[in-house]
């Protein structure tokens, strides 16, 4: 079999306007940090979230824009050495929509939560983590202020949810091993939180007013991290993919993502045998 190798180096350079103070209209989140982390099962018990921000206002971006939300939302912020952690919990009084299963499938057809990421404050990019009620996942990232997404970026992190009888929640743990940031004592990123409810075409979100449901610019902030750069900088990513017919023949592919983080604005990226009908993106 013949391999191939692909190597790049990813550099992120933050805008002069990075880490700008938020304006007294901009919602803010303090960042608490835990000695405890949360079991990510998908209960979000109050003993597990004590030392977490909550937030409990949500706006309708659609479809009555402005309005507040139809059906209450809470969510939980918190952080420790190596994680983010982001809990949610949905009420609603009829029974939740959820069918994907599949990675990166649309989750925006399903009741679903989400956690929008501007790690560096530019304004300008963001990473992206959706769940619905099955856990499954969906994450990519942003740039030019939301106006292009990149959905096939991937990077491992954990997510459960489960049926309440108030509605659904949802558990995150996001690591910073798998995203790009900007560390430091007292550092601030942009952040928004989402709901939605495809019943009723709802997409809720906290920090609010929005020209667009990805816009970055105009996300809140999470403020007062205290980020060390990752202890652990490599990421070995594998895959395998097989194909069977009928009658005919078995076979398959393998290969490696490897990612090592020089800093916490640069990365090398490397692949072992790529699939070439992606490899552009």
Known sequence: MTSTVVVSLTMVVSPLFAQQSPTPSTP?????RTAEPP?????????????????????????????????RTQAFVMYDAGHLYIAFRCWDDEPVTAQRTQRDADLTSDDAVAVFLDTYLDR?????????????QM??????????????????????????????????????TSI?????????????????????????????????????????????????APSRRHQVIPYALARAEQHGQ???????????????????YGTVNPDFAVIEA
């Open 139 to 176: 994450d990519g990232r942003l740039a030019e202020d939301g106006r292009q997404s990149d959905e096939t970026w991937d990077s491992p992190w954990t997510s459960a949810a489960k049926r309440t009888d108030y509605g659904w929640s949802a558990e995150m743990a996001i690591p910073f």
């Open 28 to 32: 803010t989140i303090k960042a608490l």
């Open 250 to 268: 078995t076979d398959g592919q393998a290969g490696l993502d490897l990612r090592y983080n020089l800093t916490t604005r640069t990365a090398v």
């Open 180 to 228: 790009k940031y900007a560390s430091g004592a007292g550092t601030t990123w942009g952040i928004n939180l989402v709901r939605t409810r495809p019943r009723t075409l709802e997409y809720d979100t906290w920090a609010y007013p929005l020209d667009s449901r990805f816009r970055v610019s105009q996300a809140g902030r999470l403020v007062g991290l205290d980020l060390d």
């Open 124 to 136: 300008q990019t963001a990473y992206y983590f959706l769940t619905n009620p099955l856990g499954t």
């Open 39 to 71: 079991d990510i099962d998908g209960d979000v018990e109050d003993d597990e979230w004590p030392a977490a921000a909550a937030v409990t206002t949500f706006v309708q971006f659609q479809p009555r824009r402005g309005e507040p939300a139809s059906k």
